[in-house]
């Protein structure tokens, strides 16, 4: 058994129903909604500033980069003086260095979201519940997994009855 997924009528009962699981001690909880809902990240716990810092280190390699390779090549592989200007004319490396700092830091961001997410993943445990098509039309679904330290099978389709779930599945793993 992979967990048990509860399907909600609204996004404001998933948020609501998010919260009180995070509340009830549960930390292996993810949901999933047709759309982004404001303040569920929160609700689960969600709050990684990982991708952030992976910008900020691709960004400063970019930089770090486009002028290195024009220092190096204007002062010591091809030293052409042009118009006077001197050898390491900074404000000339200016353009380069920005957009390999822009390129660089989209890219390790990319890079690092499908790391960071475990993608690509073709196939998930909740696609064997039948009523989670929905989730990219009008379903509103929280899904507890059994491998969470307080997950009990009777005690968690409980608690999540009684936060108002209109379904509570079993997810086969």
């Not at 920005?98 to 822009?102: D, K, T």
């Not at 009523?131 to 929905?134: A, E, L, P």
């Not at 969470?148 to 608690?159: G, I, K, N, V, W």
């Given at each position: 058994m992979y967990g048990l997924m509860a399907e909600f009528e609204t996004a404001e009962q998933l948020v609501v129903a998010s919260r009180r699981v995070?509340?009830?001690g549960y930390r292996r909880i993810d949901a999933y909604s047709p759309f982004p809902i404001q303040g569920l990240g929160e609700a689960l716990g969600f709050r990684s500033n990982a991708i952030s810092k992976i910008g900020l280190t691709g960004g400063v390699v970019g930089a770090l980069t486009g002028y290195g390779m024009q220092f190096w090549v204007h002062t010591t592989a091809l030293p052409i003086n042009v118009g006077g200007r001197p050898l390491n004319s900074w404000p000339s490396f200016v353009p380069v260095t920005?957009?390999?700092?822009?390129l660089f830091s989209a890219l390790s961001m990319l890079v690092g979201l499908f790391i960071l997410n475990g993608?690509?993943?073709?196939?998930?445990p909740v696609f064997n519940v039948a009523?989670?098509?929905?989730a990219t039309r009008d379903g509103f679904f929280l899904c507890v997994e059994a491998d969470?330290?307080?997950?009990?099978?009777?005690?968690?389709?409980?608690?999540l009855r009684g936060l108002g779930a209109t379904e509570v599945s079993?997810?086969?793993g």
């Open positions: 995070a509340a009830a920005f957009e390999l700092a822009v993608h690509p993943e073709p196939y998930h009523s989670f098509g929905r969470d330290a307080l997950f009990d099978p009777q005690r968690t389709r409980e608690l079993d997810v086969p």
